[in-house]
């Protein structure tokens, strides 16, 4: 992954978001990490003032998006995402504990690129992401259009 | 007027002269006449008098000499029956004929016999006058006798006592306008005797009824002539024995009571001129001239054919039939083929308030229902039948009229006005040859039903808003278990996380530690370095044990919470297959406890597979983990069937389960006995909630060191309940 590719946390528990950085940092992911913690500031980051996702044209975003937010559900940012000219080629790892079969079916159905269950057990949890690292380390990200 | 030939004695058969041969004509043309005429001829019952073209009297019967008095001898070829008639009527007779055919007729002889001299039939009412100058009524009939040649030869003229005919007219005249509705009604057959019973009066009713006319059987048979003989007998022996006397088996028997004064009223079958036969109510009463001797019978009939045939389609309906007819719960109205009530028993006395003698024979059941009723009925059955019809009687048995069964709701009015809904059930009543000869129709007081069927609407919506409420509840329950638990699992992550980040950063702070005391020096502080090293391992690792246990349980909760989410499915299941699978998935830990497991032939059952798969798999996983270490582990599964349900039982000779517990076992997160098998207290629990909505239950009978009997019974069609079915 180039080193520009901005990795876009949506995350709202701290613990969360400082355990998933230290494991991607150990995987030896290096990009820059925007940690956001409620709906309202990932909709704010990533479509704008205006709401129309230009402000990130030609940025390569990678985003990690938790289900289970204090204002809204990850299922709506996903889908306003993959419904957006700009951003909808940008990748979008869902990182949550919910490991309901028709909720992972239903991001799926919204175009969303990865799947990951937070397990609680740590070791398959930093296994988890470290692999996400690895993964990210390989993968191209497109700009956004 | 008298006769040449008075001298020549009174021998019949004697042929002499054209007298002898009115005489041989008279006999001739009452041979032709045959058997009847015959039999009025010698009876003694009928005057027959013959004479030759002068009316002087060649023939004089027994019949005559009873009547008249005087022997045939004593007129034979002497007088004319002008003679030994009443001579005032005999003018009057005389000037009405003179009148009537615009003739001169002359009062003697001519005036009795002329209209049958022109060929008119004649029958007419005289008073004849006996020897001793009594007199008495007569109906007199008169025949003309012809030769070959058709030439007259003489008159026969056949009379008879008129006088029990004339008393009880005169009795029925003073009997008043309604028995003489009777009277002349078709629908009764009055029939007036003489004392011995000689049928005198046979109304159009009785014509109608018994098929002969008037004629056929006036001075002719008695009433017990057209009826039943076998019953005249059995009547005879009954009414022997309550009176106390003997009664002959014939008209006496009809009469007895009537004549004694007794009120008589009995059903008798009548026999018609054809040899059918219908059954009939006869009302006699005597009838006495002014010194009260009886002078004839009067015998009132109705045909009581629609009525017995209720009563014997009702007999023939069994057992039950007449328990509800004769019940003062059911209202059993029976009709004649136009509506009009027949029978009314005491149900319907009961529920109507009339009484059966307010209805029968007067008034329809339309007369008794609610008018508004009957007219959407009428309209409603038009439509349905393509036929119009009438909204009075027709329309209560219409479907029944065509044999379609019917049986409906409709208000019927109570003598005192008030109303109350019935169900009637109407069938049509037939006779042998399949025609309608009334209906009966049954009803009961729908009341009860009514008020049930409101309340029982109260209830079913209650019930409604409850289930309604009730899985609105449990739904909220499965979404607070599955928020809740996704809740608890983030700051277990957290927890579990941190605690196994300080674990590592412990190694790396007593790395650290020991390499700083190397630098120092310091050798005895080593070992308290050591100990604390363990405590805080120690707490980190119950920590984390603690937090995985927690994900266990949390675990458990979204699992239950998904199942009780799950659509059920009800399907056909072959469970000797099921469980064949079940053992095949456990056979790995069967063999390490080196235990043997059998499966009996189980009964094959409508449920949902996944449910009972999950059941079983855990009844059996729980078999084989409790097994004693000391025994040979046997397991069975074996099935009991009853009408509706099979219980499945799995049974083992494991370690058992202390009484105490066997309530507890099904709890969530309870477990029972030595704690030495992984376990969190969570299948049995799965388990019971899984049969609960399979509509069964499970429970279990256990002795400790002995084994343990789990029981599932379960329905053997299940099916998916309603409000599972909408969502």
């Known amino acids: ?145 | 007027m008298t006769n040449g030939n008075a001298e020549t004695s009174a021998q019949i058969g004697v042929s002499e002269g054209t007298d002898n041969a009115a005489r041989n004509v008279a006999e001739e043309a009452l041979l032709k006449a045959g058997a009847l005429q015959r039999a009025i001829f010698n009876s003694a019952n009928f005057s027959s008098i013959a004479t030759d073209a002068k009316g002087v009297i060649q023939i004089f019967n027994v019949g005559a000499e009873r009547m008249l008095g005087y022997m045939a001898g004593e007129v034979m070829n002497k007088i004319t029956p002008a003679d030994i008639s009443d001579p005032q009527e005999v003018i009057a007779r005389a000037k009405a004929l003179s009148a009537e055919l615009e003739t001169t007729i002359t009062p003697g002889f001519e005036a009795l016999v002329f209209k049958a001299s022109r060929g008119i039939e004649d029958i007419y009412e005289l008073t004849y006058i006996r020897k001793d100058g009594s007199r008495f009524p007569a109906v007199v009939s008169v025949t003309a006798l012809r030769n070959a040649q058709d030439a007259i030869i003489g008159y026969l003229l056949i009379g008879t006592d008129n006088t029990a005919r004339k008393l009880a007219e005169e009795a029925l005249l003073k009997a008043g306008a309604l028995q003489r509705a009777i009277f002349n009604s078709a629908n009764f057959s009055s029939i007036a005797t003489d004392a011995k019973g000689v049928i005198q009066i046979f109304n159009v009713g009785a014509e109608r009824m018994l098929g002969y006319t008037a004629a056929d059987v006036m001075n002719n048979i008695t009433p017990a002539d057209i009826s039943d003989p076998q019953e005249l007998i059995a009547r005879a022996e009954a009414l022997s024995v309550e009176l106390g006397t003997t009664i002959t088996p014939g008209f006496e028997a009809l009469v007895f009571k009537a004549s004694r004064g007794i009120e008589d009223i009995y059903e008798l079958t009548y026999i018609r001129k054809d040899g059918s036969r219908f059954p009939a109510v006869v009302s006699v009463t005597a009838l006495r001239d002014a010194q009260s001797t009886i002078i004839g019978y009067l015998l009132i009939g109705t045909d009581n054919t629609a009525r017995k045939l209720a009563e014997e389609a009702l007999l023939k309906a069994g057992a039950l039939q007449s328990a509800i007819f004769n019940s003062a719960n059911f209202s059993s109205i029976a009709t004649d083929a136009k509506g009009v009530i027949q029978i009314f028993n005491v149900g319907a006395e009961r529920m109507l308030g009339y009484a059966a003698g307010d209805v029968m024979n007067k008034i329809t059941p339309a007369d008794i229902s609610d008018p508004q009723e009957l007219i959407a009925r009428a309209e409603a059955l038009s439509v349905e039948l393509g036929t119009q019809i009438t909204p009075g009687f027709e329309a209560l048995v219409f479907k029944a009229s065509r044999g379609i069964e019917d049986i409906y709701e409709l208000t019927y009015i109570r003598k005192d006005g008030s109303r109350f809904p019935a169900v009637v059930s109407v069938t049509a009543l037939r006779d042998a040859q399949g025609a309608i000869i009334g209906y009966l129709l049954i009803g009961t007081d729908n009341t009860a039903r009514k008020l049930v069927e409101a309340e029982q609407k109260k209830l079913d919506q209650r019930l409604r808003d409850q289930t309604a409420l009730l899985s609105e509840a449990n739904g909220e329950i499965q979404r607070f278990v599955y928020i809740v638990s996704h809740d608890l699992r983030s700051p277990l992550v957290n927890i579990m996380g941190f605690a196994s980040e300080l674990d590592t950063w412990r190694k790396q702070i007593f790395e650290q530690l020991a390499a700083l005391r190397a630098q120092v020096g310091g050798e005895q502080a080593s070992e308290s370095d050591e100990a604390l090293r363990s405590d805080v391992e120690e707490a980190l690792s119950f920590i984390k044990s603690s937090a995985a246990k927690m994900d266990r349980l949390i675990g458990a909760l979204l699992k239950l919470s998904r199942e009780g989410q799950r659509q059920f499915l009800p399907q056909s299941i072959d469970m000797s297959q099921l469980l064949q699978s079940t053992l095949e998935a456990l056979a790995h830990q069967a063999r390490d406890v080196n235990a043997k497991i059998s499966i009996g032939e189980l009964p094959a059952i409508t449920s949902d597979r996944l449910a009972l798969e999950q059941v079983f798999s855990n009844l059996m996983d729980n078999a084989v983990k409790y097994l004693r270490a000391d025994v040979p582990g046997s397991i069975e599964v074996r099935a009991t069937e009853s009408d509706r349900a099979i219980t499945y039982e799995v049974r083992d000779n494991g370690r058992g389960i202390d009484a105490k517990d066997c309530d507890r076992i099904f709890d969530l997160f309870r477990r029972s006995g030595i704690q030495d098998r992984p376990g969190d207290g969570i299948g049995l629990a799965h388990a019971r909630t899984l049969v609960r909505r399979l509509g069964g239950s499970i429970n279990v009978e256990s002795e400790p060191n002995r084994g343990t009997v789990f029981k599932v019974m379960l329905p053997k069609t299940w099916h998916l309940p309603v409000s599972e079915m909408m969502t």
């Open chain 1, 1 to 145: 992954m180039t080193q520009q590719v901005v990795i876009v946390m949506v995350e709202d528990d701290e613990g969360h978001a400082r355990l998933i950085e230290k494991n991607l940092r150990r995987a030896g992911i290096k990009n820059e990490i925007v940690p956001l913690a409620d709906g309202a500031s990932a909709i704010a980051f990533l479509f704008g003032s205006d709401g129309s996702g230009l402000v990130n044209k030609g940025r390569p975003l990678l985003i990690l998006l938790d289900l289970n937010l204090p204002d809204m559900s990850g299922i709506d940012i996903l889908k306003r995402i993959k419904e957006n000219e700009h951003l909808r080629v940008s990748p979008v790892v869902v990182l949550t504990t919910t490991d309901d079969k028709s909720e992972i079916q239903r991001c799926y159905d919204l175009n969303c690129n990865v799947y990951i269950t937070k397990p609680v057990d740590y070791e398959k949890f930093a296994n988890a992401i470290q692999q996400l690292g690895l993964f990210m380390y390989v993968i191209q990200v497109p700009e956004a259009i």
